[in-house]
């Protein structure tokens, strides 16, 4: 009796993996765009709008949970002909790991995005005391030196520096970024988890066909390459800028490169106008207008009204907008406080601000659009 040809399933690489995810992110968001379209019609856009973030997570749940978690495969890996696995032992994982890779890569990053301004906020305010405590030493070792007239360069101890260092790239240090480039950049040369739960939780992918030795199998190694090189220079720059001489003028500020303000008794706000990154978390601070006052406002003399200022429902309230140019397009009801981006689009300040601080572009036209950039209308 014959026996029956044996052979090993060999692994998936990185152009297949990457195939079947981008399948599977094209199923999910049309998921996502029924649960969304669901929810507007039961609770409102404005509603939809706002819980735009928990929706998608939830579809992502939805999808995943109706094809991983109960030990199917999903339709990218499908249409790839691919399966997932444990490891090297080629065993089907268990219920426990599809479990465990399911919360860690839809509720991880859902959960960090939510922990992490609050962590941010608490370290920021320590930060910012103790740099107001240097400020205030500083300024009394000079009335005591007796310096007061022209400009007068004075050099932080290290202490401060290391601490302005860490407010200024509070974000960037705080920001799970780099560990998702570091683990894609390996994916792209090893063909293996190609996202950071597949590695926590040792997920590989075989094909379920046999491969000829005759058949090629190429790899994303340039990519690879090319995230590294990206990475490197990043860091060189970020070194660079990072080893210049800080110095702090008492006398008058220029708003040149370089120049910076002190705000709430320590605080620096850069006055260069490209210098988006220290101050966004100054604007990022408070998403909730009706939340409790921050320093920000408070440095600014801008109190926040729990009641918008100007309501479009009201048809006294800036006539010379147009009928047909009252409505918010993200929320579809009559703007509140209308503000417009740098490419002349108007909505409500909430809805653009909440949209901006999500992805930086105009909902519309799809230029950039900065939340330092949107102006509130007045009239």
């Known amino acids: 009796m014959a026996s029956s040809p044996s052979f090993t399933y060999p692994f998936a690489t990185s152009p297949d993996i990457i195939r079947s995810h981008q399948k599977d992110a094209y199923f999910s968001g049309v998921l996502f765009e029924q649960l969304a379209s669901l929810l507007r019609k039961v609770k409102g856009a404005r509603f939809a709008h706002t819980y735009n973030s928990e929706s998608h997570v939830l579809s992502e749940l939805l999808y995943l949970g109706l094809t991983t978690l109960i030990g199917n495969r999903t339709l990218g890996e499908e249409y790839c002909d691919i399966v997932q696995v444990e490891g090297e032992n080629s065993r089907l994982p268990a219920l426990g790991r599809r479990a465990g890779y399911i919360v860690s890569c839809i509720l991880g990053p859902y959960l960090l995005g939510r922990i992490l301004p609050a962590f941010r906020k608490r370290i ?20 005591q030196q007796g310096g007061k007239g022209g400009v007068k360069m004075v050099s932080k101890p290290v202490s401060a520096r290391i601490q302005h260092y860490i407010l200024q790239n509070l974000d960037t240090l705080t920001s799970p970024s780099p560990i998702y480039a570091i683990s894609l950049a390996t994916f792209y040369f090893s063909g293996s ?27 994303y190694e340039v990519l690879g390459v090319l995230l590294a090189l990206q990475m490197a220079v990043q860091a060189y720059l970020h070194l660079q800028n990072t080893m210049t001489p800080d110095i702090v003028s008492t006398g008058s500020l220029g708003a040149g490169v370089g120049a910076t303000a002190v705000v709430g008794g320590g605080v620096e706000v850069s006055l260069d ?6 101050n966004n978390a100054l604007l990022f601070e408070s998403a909730n207008p009706s939340a409790a006052p921050t320093d920000l406002q408070k440095w600014t003399h801008t109190p926040v009204s729990d009641n918008p200022r100007y309501d479009l429902g009201d048809d006294e309230a800036m006539t010379w907008i147009g009928g047909g140019n009252r409505k918010c397009t993200l929320c579809l009801e009559a703007m509140k406080d209308p503000s417009v981006t740098t490419c002349g689009h108007v909505f409500c300040w909430t809805c653009i601000s909440d949209w901006a601080r999500e992805k930086p572009e105009c909902p519309l036209c799809r230029q950039s659009c900065l939340v330092q950039h949107v102006l509130p209308l007045r009239g």
Do not use: D
């Open 273 to 278: 106008p490209n210098a988006y990154s220290p």
């Open 124 to 143: 920021r305010a320590k930060l910012e005391a103790n740099l107001r405590s240097h400020a205030r030493l500083r300024t009394k070792a000079q009335q």
């Open 193 to 219: 988890y190609y996202h950071l739960s597949k590695r926590i939780w040792n997920l590989r992918y075989i094909f379920t066909r046999q491969v000829s030795e005759s058949e090629g199998r190429v790899g």
